[in-house]
Every structure is written in structure tokens, then in C-alpha cells.
């Protein structure tokens, strides 16, 4: 059964950094791609970051050059390392795997509050 569980969030000022994990049960990891997505309080759920099995990443315009992806493989986890932390970066995290129709059920994501 497809397990995703999102932590590290927390609350930081801007300027900060945070790291994100999200550890994957089941197939879903192994197989595919990988994304983390965000949601912001009344806007959509969007796509920030992805890794493919073999580690090439992109990201959003929104978050180049501060955001990070990576994975591990052996621990089937898939991280999202932030820095400069803006308060628009302010939502939940979520990881799944790409593209959405090889998506699992969310987890429960990991809030981020950027504020002073």
C-alpha cells in the first residue's frame, strides 16, 4: 500500500532555510519520478520541484536557485532542501510521484510558515 509522509516543516523567518523529507511506502518511490508540491492558503496545489530515478531535477521559476531536491534511493525519501525563505513560500508541502497519473494518495504534507 502506497504510503507518503511529509516532515520538517516548522516556522521560520525569512531569510531561513529549511530541510523537507518525505519518506515513500510501497512501489510508488522505486518506479518513479518524484515532486514536491505546495499549497498555499486559497490557491491551487503546485508543483515546485521533481527528480527523476536517476537524479536530473527542475524546478519552478518561483523557487530556482533556493530550492534543492534530492533523494535517497536506499531509504526510498525524496528531500527538499529550502533556502532564502520568502513569506510566499508560506504553505504545505507535499511529495508524490510524477507524473500525476502515476500519483498516489497525498499525505498529510508538512505546514511551512515564513515569518518574521
Known amino acids: 500500500q502506497v504510503q507518503l509522509v511529509e516532515s520538517g516543516g516548522g516556522l521560520v523567518q525569512p531569510g531561513g532555510s529549511l530541510r523537507l523529507s518525505c519518506a515513500a511506502s510501497?512501489?510508488?518511490?522505486?518506479?518513479?519520478?518524484m515532486g514536491w508540491y505546495r499549497q498555499a492558503p486559497g490557491k491551487q496545489r503546485e508543483l515546485v520541484a521533481g527528480?527523476?530515478?536517476?537524479?536530473?531535477?527542475n524546478y519552478s521559476d518561483s523557487v530556482k536557485g533556493r530550492f534543492t531536491i534530492s533523494r535517497d534511493n536506499a531509504k526510498n525519501t525524496v528531500y527538499l532542501q529550502m533556502n532564502s525563505l520568502k513569506p510566499e513560500d508560506t504553505a504545505d508541502y507535499y511529495c508524490?510521484?510524477?507524473?500525476?497519473?502515476?500519483?498516489?494518495?497525498w499525505g498529510q504534507g508538512t505546514q511551512v510558515t515564513v515569518s518574521s
Open positions: 510501497g512501489s510508488i518511490f522505486s518506479y518513479n519520478a
Open positions: 508524490n510521484a510524477l507524473p500525476a497519473k502515476v500519483a498516489g494518495p
Open positions: 527528480i527523476t530515478r536517476a537524479g536530473s531535477t
